[in-house]
C-alpha cells in the first residue's frame, strides 16, 4: 500500500503554499477543475500552474485560451514577472489562440484554430502541440466557454469527456479552468464531474466590506487533502495561500458551471428554468 502511494509521481504546482494541502502536488495525469466566479483567480492560476512547470521544474506546458487572446495573456503573464514570450522562443510553452477563431478574428498566432472552432480542431491542435514540445502540463481556460456551437448536454457531456480522454491519452496533467458565477445548491451532475480527477474552487467573498479570497480543495483523488477553508491572496507573484490559516463561515458554494452555461444559453431546459427561477 505504502508502496503504492509513493510510487505516484507528484505534478508540483508550484503555486505558494498550495501543494503542502494536496500531499505534494497534482498525481501526473491527472485533470483538475478549478472552478470559481469572475475575478477569483482562475486565470492566474492556470498561468502560474503552466509557467512555473516550463520555468522552474523542467515541464514545458501548453496554454489554450478561449476567452483572451494570447497577447492579453502574455501581458497579463509579465505582470506577474512571468515572461512566457521567452519560454515559448525556448519551445517550453506553447499558447494556442482559440480566442480569436471563436470571435471570427484573424490571428498571426503560429498555433490557432484556423480551420474553425470546433473540438476536433482543437483535439488536433492539443495534440500537435504536446507533440511538439513533449508538453507535461496543460491549461485550458476556459472550458465554459468551450461549446458554444453545442447546446445539447448530452453533446457537451461527450465532448468534454473527449477532451479529458484526449488529455489522458496525452499523459498530461490538465488544469481545466470552469465558470462559476453564482452558488446554486439546486444543481447537481455537472459534466465536469465524470472528467476530473481533482476540483479546486476559488471564491472571493465581501465581508464587512473587504473582499477576501479563498480556496478550498473539493476533491483530489488518492489525495489525503485538506478539508478546509484556505485564504489566498494575488500579489505580484501570483497566487498565495495561506495553508496555516483556516476561515469559518465561508459559504459552501454547490454550482456547477458547464450545466450553468448551458443554462444560460438555452431557454427553457430543465437547467435553464431552475437558473431562472434561482435569480
Ligand atoms: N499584481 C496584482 N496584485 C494583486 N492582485 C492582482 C494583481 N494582478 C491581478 N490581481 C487580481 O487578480 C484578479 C484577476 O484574476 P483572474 O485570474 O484574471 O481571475 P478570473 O480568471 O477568475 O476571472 C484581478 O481582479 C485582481 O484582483
Ligand atoms: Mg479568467
Request: proline share 3%; with cysteine; aromatic share 6%.
Amino acid at each position: 500500500m505504502g508502496d503504492e502511494r509513493n510510487n505516484m509521481i507528484r505534478i508540483k504546482t508550484g503555486i505558494h503554499g498550495l501543494d503542502e494541502l494536496i500531499e505534494g502536488g497534482f498525481i501526473e495525469g491527472s485533470t483538475i477543475l478549478v472552478s470559481g466566479g469572475t475575478g477569483t483567480g482562475k486565470t492566474t492560476f492556470g498561468l502560474q500552474f503552466v509557467y512555473n512547470g516550463a520555468a522552474i521544474f523542467g515541464e514545458p506546458g501548453v496554454i489554450i485560451t478561449i476567452e483572451s487572446r494570447p497577447d492579453e495573456i502574455r501581458t497579463t503573464a509579465l505582470h506577474f514577472g512571468w515572461d512566457l514570450r521567452r519560454l515559448e522562443q525556448e519551445n517550453r510553452i506553447i499558447i494556442i489562440d482559440v480566442a480569436s477563431s471563436r470571435a471570427g478574428l484573424p490571428t498571426s498566432e503560429r498555433h490557432a484554430l484556423r480551420r474553425g472552432f470546433d473540438l476536433t480542431t482543437l483535439a488536433e491542435e492539443i495534440y500537435l502541440a504536446v507533440e511538439e514540445i513533449k508538453a507535461k502540463r496543460v491549461v485550458i481556460d476556459s472550458l465554459s466557454v468551450l461549446p458554444t456551437r453545442y447546446n445539447d448536454p448530452a453533446e457537451l457531456r461527450e465532448y468534454v469527456y473527449r477532451i479529458g480522454a484526449l488529455l489522458q491519452q496525452l499523459r498530461v496533467t490538465s488544469v481545466l479552468i470552469g465558470e462559476c458565477e453564482r452558488p446554486d445548491p439546486q444543481i447537481l451532475g455537472g459534466a465536469e464531474q465524470f472528467v476530473t480527477q481533482g476540483l479546486i474552487r476559488l471564491n472571493l467573498e465581501e465581508t464587512n466590506g473587504h473582499l477576501q479570497r479563498s480556496l478550498v480543495v473539493w476533491k483530489m483523488r488518492n489525495t489525503n487533502h485538506s478539508m478546509r477553508r484556505h485564504p489566498f491572496l494575488i500579489t505580484e507573484h501570483g497566487i498565495e495561500v495561506n495553508n496555516t490559516r483556516t476561515l469559518s463561515g465561508g459559504i459552501s458554494e454547490q454550482c456547477q458551471h458547464l450545466s450553468y452555461q448551458i443554462g444560460e444559453k438555452q431557454e427553457g431546459n430543465q437547467w435553464g428554468r431552475t437558473h431562472s427561477n434561482s435569480r
